[in-house]
Every structure is written in structure tokens, then in C-alpha cells.
């Protein structure tokens, strides 16, 4: 079986865990060179470059906070000094804290902002200085709440909004460069975060499941899955788009 992503380097932020490791792991099984990219959680990393390697695939851990042009500028660096030009980015490094609006501080506001938007307007920046000119493919992952708002989520729903916007405005204005620009939108996914959260099992996620059309919280794998499609080939005749993995929940 031909793999979708042979001999393609891709940088991953937020890769240590849940959806970006689930994704990393992904792209690396169909061939591509993955850069695992993490701020703080480098025993994580590093065991996600170990199952890798295990099942035959190539990848490096990259220390990094995507809000900090200096650590984005040397992720980029070592990602093409390790393994070649960039052809594939994906945006998943993010963070989130749901409450009531008068209970936030400018802190807090500018900690969600500086990550969800800020982070993705960087390396996408930087990354553009790396892709070859055969272009290549930037998927940014979103949040079914940045259509679909719920309450005690205000600042995270409009990063995520933030986020579909200016992915939306840059697949137009890279699309001469040859580079596609798409968005997808998890629900609810099991992950560490989740579990940590107190999520699961919890009478808000029950509630959320019994209105998800298809009946079940995420995987990794359902997101990493979309990824692949959007990263590869298949999907190139796609940019400025937003695909929903949700099991229809809106």
C-alpha cells in the first residue's frame, strides 16, 4: 500500500498528547518525518518520537512555545536541518479556560489569545520562509464552539473564531504560493486534558454526547484521520475550508 505522506516533513504543535500525539503518530504512519513539537511536557514528547520509531516511522521532539517568536523561528530551523523543507504544518497547540466572563482576568484573556491565535499567526509565518516552492498544506485545528458558542467559553470560542477567519483569509492569499489552508473543528475528544478535567463521566459531557448525533465523545484518531486527508494529495483541490469532526454535534 502506497503511503499518503512519504518522504514529507510535517511539524505538529502541541504534540506531546492527546490530539496533537494522536495526530503526529498518524502522520507518521503514512511516511511523513514528523517534528513533535512541545512546551513543557518533554518526557511525553519524547515517548510519542519512541512510538514512532517502534512501528517504523521517523520523528524528533522540539522543545517550543508557539507564542514566542524566538522558539518558533528555532523549531523551523531544526525541523528543515533535521529532516528537509516543511511541506506539511499543523496548528494544534492550544489552550482553554471556560468560566464566567467577570470572573477572568486580562491574564487570562491575553494567556488564550497568545496561544490560539497569536501562536498560529507565527508559525505560520515563519513556516512560509520553509515550504518549497511546490507548496504544501497548513491545517489548523479549531473548535465545533467557534460556530457554535456555549456559555462560560467566550474568550476560547472566539480564539477558535479568530482562528477559522484567519485561515479562511490566508488560504486566499496563499493559494498562488501553491500552499492550502483548512481548518478542522473537533468536539469534545477523550484525552489526558479531559480526563483532567474532570470531563469524563461528567453530567455536562453526558449531556453533550446524548446531543451528538452519532452517539459517542471523540478519539484522537478521528481528528488524526481527517489530518492525513487534508495533508495529503487526496484533498488538493481543497483550501479555505472548515471541516467539522463532531459526529454532527453543532
Request: zero cysteines; proline letters at 4%; a neutral charge.
Amino acid at each position: 500500500m502506497d503511503l499518503q505522506l512519504k518522504g514529507k516533513t510535517a511539524v505538529v504543535t502541541g504534540a506531546s498528547k492527546g490530539i496533537g500525539a494522536g495526530i503526529a503518530k498518524r502522520l507518521a504512519a503514512e511516511g511523513a518525518r514528523v517534528i513533535v513539537n512541545y512546551n513543557q511536557g518533554k518526557a511525553d514528547a519524547e515517548k510519542v518520537v519512541r512510538e514512532i520509531a517502534a512501528e517504523g516511522g521517523k520523528a524528533a521532539a522540539v522543545q517550543g512555545n508557539v507564542a514566542h517568536a524566538a522558539d518558533v523561528k528555532r523549531l523551523f530551523e531544526t525541523a528543515v536541518s533535521t529532516f528537509g523543507p516543511v511541506e506539511v504544518l499543523v496548528n494544534n497547540a492550544g489552550v482553554y479556560g471556560f468560566g464566567p466572563i467577570d470572573g477572568f482576568k486580562e491574564e487570562d484573556y491575553q494567556y488564550q489569545f497568545n496561544t490560539n491565535v497569536k501562536g498560529v499567526f507565527l508559525t505560520i509565518q515563519e513556516s512560509l520562509k520553509h515550504f518549497p516552492a511546490s507548496g504544501g498544506s497548513i491545517v489548523n485545528i479549531s473548535s465545533v464552539v467557534s460556530e457554535g458558542p456555549i456559555a462560560y467559553a467566550s474568550v476560547y470560542a472566539a480564539t477558535k473564531a479568530a482562528l477559522d477567519v484567519l485561515s479562511e483569509s490566508l488560504a486566499i492569499e496563499l493559494a498562488p504560493r501553491k500552499i492550502r489552508v483548512n481548518v478542522v473543528a473537533p468536539g469534545p475528544v477523550e484525552t489526558e486534558g479531559t480526563h483532567a478535567a474532570g470531563m469524563i463521566g461528567s453530567d455536562l459531557l453526558n449531556k453533550i454526547v446524548a446531543e451528538t448525533p452519532l452517539g459517542r465523545i471523540g478519539q484522537p484518531e478521528d481528528v488524526a484521520e481527517t489530518v492525513v486527508y487534508l495533508a495529503s494529495a487526496k484533498s488538493a483541490w481543497v483550501t479555505g475550508e472548515r471541516i467539522g469532526v463532531a459526529g454532527g454535534l453543532k
